[in-house]
């Protein structure tokens, strides 16, 4: 186990990089990278907030009937679900600053979990609709909703909650490769970073759906 | 040895717990919450609440779970900064589109059919349509009939037969309001 906790001699420490001053300029800068990663996140997923914008102004009576098509409880459960998450990741990175490795990774883990149960969740409301039609622009079957193209509300549905579940899948991909490390011995009081950055993106994709959520499910 | 140990340590802010379960909580409340909220039905203010109770539950997923309160304010300052950019983005495409109806609308409605003004815009008055097929009766339809502007906006909208709005509106509209000048 590569500890990190004990500087003793002259070798820095495995995770320190020569070209920082120390650790702490080290880590406000991965932190400074990250927050400008987000910002490239926050626009790229506002361009497709501005196109709901755009059509829910141009088509409000469809997207009140179209949104009857999703359940607002499967939301709702999935709202809570990835809070949950949030909750666990924020504790999990406590866990590390105060040298708990053990119970670190095991929120991780949690994270994890509720992560795969918001995807397992998600792949019922979709495979539903595949199964009825209710699809994105020509691929739209479903005639049970009355108003002007409302193949347009699933359109944007699938695009937004999509791209979020693209995000979901990538931060669980990431989480994984976080458990392996921390089980290695690798983050602790001095060194986390990963974990914190990590959790930074995690917060952001959970921030995304806490606005999706009354958006697609609770209109009107 | 102190200084070297000073180097490689980490000063963190480490939270209390009950400030993580304790906001945890409050998302958790405020889902609740903007859930019931949308079973009353309160017409536009259903938005307006939702929003409202979205943006209060970011603002403490920012705060405490991403540290923004705590953390170097440069941080804080980027995040918002993307969100003014959002915000600029938003409501300049909107002036844009939710306006888009409405010179077809002035255009259609000509108060004095003869009017100088008309060659001008290079628009033919209503009653020159006759004869003509295609987007000029539809825009006329569109206007004279009394709709509303959103009306007026979605058949303009329509009118493409394509989804994609924008650029292909206007070309479509601009060109079949020409067409009648040529014509006569």
Not at chain 1, 11 to 27: C, K, R, S
Not at chain 1, 88 to 110: C, D, E, H, P, Y
Not at chain 1, 171 to 186: D, F, Q, S, T, Y
Not at chain 2, 84 to 98: K, N, P, Q, R, V
Request: net charge neutral.
């Amino acid at each position: 186990m590569s500890n990190n906790q004990e500087h003793k001699g002259a070798h820095p420490p495995e995770w320190f990089q020569h070209h920082f001053t120390d650790a702490e300029q080290q880590q406000e800068s991965a932190k400074l990278g990250m927050w400008v990663f987000l910002l490239t996140e926050i626009l790229f997923f506002g361009g497709l907030f501005c196109a709901y914008a755009i059509y829910r102004a141009w088509h409000p009576d469809m997207f009140i009937n179209a949104h009857t098509a999703l359940d607002w409880r499967m939301g709702g459960l999935n709202t809570i679900v990835l809070i949950v998450s949030s909750i666990t990741m924020a504790m999990s990175i406590r866990s590390f600053q105060l040298n708990q490795q053990k119970q670190g990774v095991m929120l991780l883990v949690v994270t994890l979990m509720c992560a795969a149960t918001f995807m397992v969740i998600k792949y019922f409301e979709y495979s539903h609709k595949f199964h009825v039609g209710q699809l994105p622009g020509k691929f739209y079957t479903f005639t049970g909703i009355e108003g002007t193209n409302p193949h347009i509300f699933f359109s944007i549905y699938f695009l937004m909650t999509g791209l979020h579940g693209i995000h979901v899948l990538v931060g669980m991909g990431v989480i994984i490769w976080l458990i392996m490390r921390a089980k290695k011995g690798h983050f602790g009081p001095a060194y986390y970073t990963p974990v914190e950055v990590t959790g930074l993106y995690w917060h952001l994709v959970d921030m995304v759906w806490i606005f999706l959520f009354p958006l697609f499910y609770l209109i009107g | 040895m102190s200084q070297l140990t000073d180097k490689y340590s980490h000063h963190a802010h480490i939270l209390p717990l009950k400030v993580y379960l304790g906001i945890g909580g409050t998302l958790i409340f405020m889902t609740l919450v903007t859930v019931a909220v949308a079973q009353v039905h309160l017409g536009p203010f259903n938005l307006l609440v939702a929003l409202a109770i979205a943006v209060f539950k970011a603002i403490l997923v920012g705060l405490f779970f991403m540290h923004l309160k705590y953390d170097n304010k440069l941080f804080a300052v980027i995040f918002v900064s993307s969100l003014a950019f959002l915000g600029i983005f938003i409501s300049i495409t909107l002036f844009d589109t939710l306006r888009r109806g409405d010179i077809y609308q002035e255009v259609g409605m000509p108060i004095k059919a003869n009017s100088n003004m008309y060659d001008s815009l290079r628009v033919a008055p209503a009653h020159g349509a006759s004869g003509h097929e295609g987007a000029t009766d539809k825009a006329t339809e569109s206007v004279t009939s009394g709709d509303d502007s959103s009306g007026a906006k979605a058949t303009g909208h329509e009118g493409t037969g394509n989804d994609s709005g924008g650029a292909k509106d206007t070309g479509h509209v601009a060109t079949g309001v020409e067409s009648p000048k040529s014509g006569h």
